[in-house]
């Protein structure tokens, strides 16, 4: 796990590693369930997404590296990670897009190697590249769509309207996909997924290029109707995960570095303290050696704004004087953020590789 052991303070890993042990025990007893009962059909179990093991290997490359984690029926799930850590490969081996090169997997129930196509009839898997018809108007998108799923005109039809009117879509139901701006397009394909009303949504990116309000009301959607669905989204919003989020994995190089709510990954963040310093200038020098000080525990920069984490308030006073004078404007406190979090983990685990 890449020295996971060391990127918390010590009671905080040890708060995680007892929830983690309990869901481990939990999965264990959920993977032992499915195998008994899959070749029955049986599909109403609580948890509806079961990974044991699971590697990606392309060449020498292991894109994802021998994960194993179950996601409960109704939960809204977040997979983050810097670019390139494996989250896109993990979502399309879950949609059966892509074969795991060792391990196994349930999705609700189904055997994620034996059977790829009925887990396709039961899933909704929207990619970050946009797809659509272009020759089609939207509308046209829509019921091809609902045609390929088997869907009667009487309920295409119910179902397109409902959701056009409730995404704003109506007065462009018309349209060709070429002439609407790429977010739309993004809001246009994330509705077309979810006209076959699947059982699980795996989605890369959804709100991406979309503007607040729409987010809103997507999320808004989603929640509603979250005792029929399973959600696991991958995104690089980190309001976004703790807006929306039951759980979510924090991933880097193939790997889990955390696993937890929203709420268990902030409390065992809870020693540490963000400062959040404005620069006149930026430094490269000053930057440098408030990163390297062993009483930082991460930093991250936007523009001349920097955030610091730090072990404790003693921390403060070490801290400012390691700005080169006249350079500090303001240096204000203020509460830890799952973004903080993320920052501090893939921080530690850079310094435990070096």
């Known amino acids: 796990m890449c020295g996971a052991g060391l990127l918390l303070t010590n009671w905080g890993w040890k708060y995680l590693w007892i929830l983690r042990t309990i869901r481990a025990q939990k999965f264990n007893q959920s993977i032992n369930t499915l195998s008994a009962r899959e070749s029955k059909g049986y599909s109403g179990m609580a948890v509806s997404i079961t990974l044991r093991n699971i590697t990606k290997k392309f060449g020498a490359v292991t894109a994802v590296n021998n994960l ?6 109704g939960t809204i799930f977040a997979i983050v990670g810097p670019s390139g850590c494996g989250k896109s490969t993990l979502l399309k081996i879950m949609a059966t897009m892509l074969a795991p090169s060792q391990g196994s997997g349930y999705i609700n129930g189904q055997n994620l190697i034996a059977r790829p196509w009925q887990i396709r009839q039961q899933i909704g898997y929207m990619g970050q590249r946009v797809i659509l018809d272009e020759q ?10 609902c045609k390929l799923h088997g869907l009667d005109d009487q309920e295409a039809e119910a179902r397109i309207l409902g959701l056009a009117e409730r995404f704003d879509l109506m007065d462009i139901l018309h349209e060709l996909p070429e002439s609407l701006a790429y977010g739309v397009r993004r809001k246009i394909q994330l509705v077309r997924t979810l006209l076959t009303q699947p059982k699980i949504l795996l989605l890369d990116e959804p709100t ?3 503007d607040r309000q729409t987010a809103l ?3 808004d959607y989603l929640k509603e109707h979250r005792s ?4 696991v989204m991958i995104t690089s919003s980190m309001a976004e995960v703790e ?3 039951d759980r979510l994995i924090i991933m880097n190089r193939g790997h889990i570095l955390v696993d937890g709510s929203v709420d268990e990954i902030l409390y065992a963040q809870q020693p540490n303290l963000v400062l959040e310093a404005t620069v006149r200038d930026y430094d490269e020098e000053e930057y440098r050696t408030i990163r390297d000080a062993e009483f930082v525990l991460g930093i991250s920069r936007n523009e001349n704004v ?3 984490i730090t072990k404790s308030p003693a921390a403060q006073a ?9 350079n500090l404007v303001a240096f204000i406190p203020r509460r830890t953020r799952l973004a903080d979090a993320f920052i501090h983990t893939l921080t530690q685990e850079q310094m435990i590789d070096e």
Not at 68 to 73: P, T
Not at 136 to 145: A, D, G, K, P
């Open 68 to 73: 194993s984690f179950g996601v409960e029926h």
């Open 136 to 145: 089609l108007t939207i509308l046209e998108n829509f019921v091809f769509h």
């Open 208 to 210: 991406r290029s979309l």
């Open 217 to 219: 009301k997507i999320w």
């Open 228 to 231: 029929s669905l399973t959600i």
């Open 243 to 245: 807006h929306v989020a």
């Open 306 to 308: 920097y955030e610091i």
């Open 318 to 326: 070490q801290i400012i004087q390691l700005f080169k004078p006249g």
